[in-house]
């Protein structure tokens, strides 16, 4: 069956520009998730929903960050007058049970990878 | 704040013996545990998880062994493969009970 997919798979844009990093999670899944991950480290939690419900954004960076998942299915993570800091690999991961689940495999898409000029 | 750290940044084994990563954490809170294997241009992979109320868990030619006294977690590897060659990383349920808390990963590479 399909993965976690994510588009666009690369972006380039240039400093001051807003960009919107689009996931598509694995049908049914309760959860969702949005990572950074810099070059040679695990990725790093950056928010988290259950169904349509943004249950935690401590660690988005800033307030330039921005997330949201309206239907509970799709979901996209908006950076606002991007700076050359913000340059990663955002991954996105979904998993199949919800808060009050035992287990928290989550299944991480291929990512997209953000350049910032 | 809390972390997860591991202890070896790289590991060379030859294919077919048994490989060993090491894994530390701080939290003691921590109630659930897995282990991801990442390859180059791909996203984690979920490899094998176990819960605090275990020490030992296995899977597939893998291990996960969990030290509670230490905070000290391992993968072991049964009969390294070419295949397995990738970045490994643990990682921890956090305090919100959702969040995953990763260590910055170890490189094995498998040789011939």
């Known amino acids: 069956g399909a993965g976690v997919s994510q588009s666009p798979r690369y972006k380039v844009t240039k400093r001051g520009q807003d960009v919107a990093l689009r996931c598509d999670p694995i049908s049914g899944h309760v959860s969702l998730y949005w990572y950074r991950q810099a070059l040679g480290q695990g990725p790093e939690f950056l928010t988290y929903f259950n169904y349509e419900a943004q249950q935690d954004k401590s660690g988005l960076p800033n307030d330039r960050f921005s997330a949201e998942r309206p239907e509970g299915s799709i979901s996209t993570l908006t950076i606002q007058r991007t700076e050359q800091r913000d340059s990663a690999m955002y991954r996105c991961?979904?998993?199949?049970?919800?808060?009050?689940?035992?287990?928290?495999?989550?299944?991480f898409g291929p990512g997209t990878r953000l350049t910032v000029l | 704040g809390e972390s997860v750290g591991l202890h070896l940044p790289t590991l060379s084994v030859q294919e077919g013996d048994n490989s060993i990563i090491n894994c530390a954490y701080s939290?003691?809170?921590?109630?659930?545990f897995i282990w991801y294997k990442q390859e180059s241009g791909k996203g984690p992979q979920f490899i094998i998880d176990?819960?605090?109320?275990?020490d030992k868990r296995q899977g597939q030619r893998v291990t996960v062994l969990l030290n509670k006294t230490v905070k000290h977690l391992s993968l072991q590897i049964a009969a390294t493969q070419p295949g397995d060659s990738a970045v490994y990383f643990c990682a921890e349920r956090d305090n919100s009970g959702y969040a995953l808390n990763f260590g910055k990963g170890t490189s094995l590479l498998v040789t011939p």
């Open positions: 991961a979904s998993s199949s049970q919800g808060l009050a689940g035992g287990g928290n495999e989550q299944f």
């Open positions: 176990i819960r605090s109320n275990m």
């Open positions: 939290n003691s809170a921590s109630d659930y």
